[in-house]
């Protein structure tokens, strides 16, 4: 079975986690000291990593050829294939959004009590653990304050504000970021040279622009984008546009410099040619409010590599740097709330695009 490409390119160890180096050099120096924490808390966005570096955290700790003062798992050994063939019976993963309740949990605190059956330590991964019910945290919270030494932890979420705060104080918490444009890009063009598939480096980019810097989503679209063109066809820009159904990137530019301009007529009759041609209105929005936003923060003076600018390709960074050249701050300010605005009014809307003329008419009569 041919298995899809972010689970068979899904990293096996430290060194292949993308965009998270330090948290992964403190995992390794943990590992490499022997000063293991028994509960770690991995919270950020969807996509970044949490599970899979929890994955490889438990078979570091317990790979049966790892050498004192190394971290590396070396995927080799019985412990170690185990995992990666996802039968260890001491790597023990629960999804809390359907595994949520205290009988649940308290299965696991028996569980608990007994020790790893052929490994140093027993891990449990607990996904999306701010789902748990708040008599099941309760439940986990009394496990967590004494643990056995044979007992590590990894709780992983999406929404850190909703873990309670006592867990919290007991766990080592790391912070995963959403990967930028060019480590997306850059793990894309890997796995394609891999795969031995021709492609346009400005498709990789669409495709990391529209991932939201969660590197899953963007194997994922690769995968779709493998399956459309074949595995003898060559990946291009426009067969990206043709899946996501996005408008051109450039039409957006065009746009956003009528805004820019004040022409308010050409602004309008723009928006209903790109209506009119069948894009998809919506996400024709959702890209223009996305490009005032890094305009903003450009104008601001943010640099390139900004976490702020996650999605900036070479073409498009030299556009932002037109735009933010010839808008004021509390002209973008204004696009970007008028706009934001129509964006939420089109839903209630007869005339789909009748909030946006009139967000058009706002910007570009301000101060006449």
Known sequence: MNLVLYRKYRPQAFKEVVGQEHIVQTLKNAVANGSL??????GGPRGCGKTSLARILAKAVNCQQRKAGQSEPCNQCDSCLEINQGRAMDLIE???ASNRGIDEIRELKEGIRFRPARSKYKVFIIDEAHQLTKEAANALLKTLEEPPEHVIFVLATT??????????????RFDFRKLRLSEIVS?????????????????????ALYSGGALRDAESLLDEAVSFVGQDGKIEKKEIQAILGTPDIKAVFKFLGFLQKKQAKEAVEFLNQVVFQSVDL????????QFLRETLFFKLGAEPESPLLLSLSGEELAELRQLAADWSPKELKIALEAITE????????SILQLPLELAVIEICTENR
């Open 159 to 172: 929404e850190l504000s909703k873990m309670i705060s006592t867990i919290l104080s007991r766990c080592q």
């Open 94 to 96: 629960i999804d809390a």
């Open 37 to 42: 924490s028994h509960a770690y808390l991995f």
């Open 187 to 207: 793990r894309l063009s890997y796995i394609l040279g891999q795969e031995k598939i021709i492609y346009e480096k400005e498709a990789l980019e669409l495709i």
């Open 342 to 349: 129509a964006e939420n009014k089109m839903k209630y809307s």
């Open 282 to 289: 919506k996400e024709f929005i959702k890209l223009t409010v």
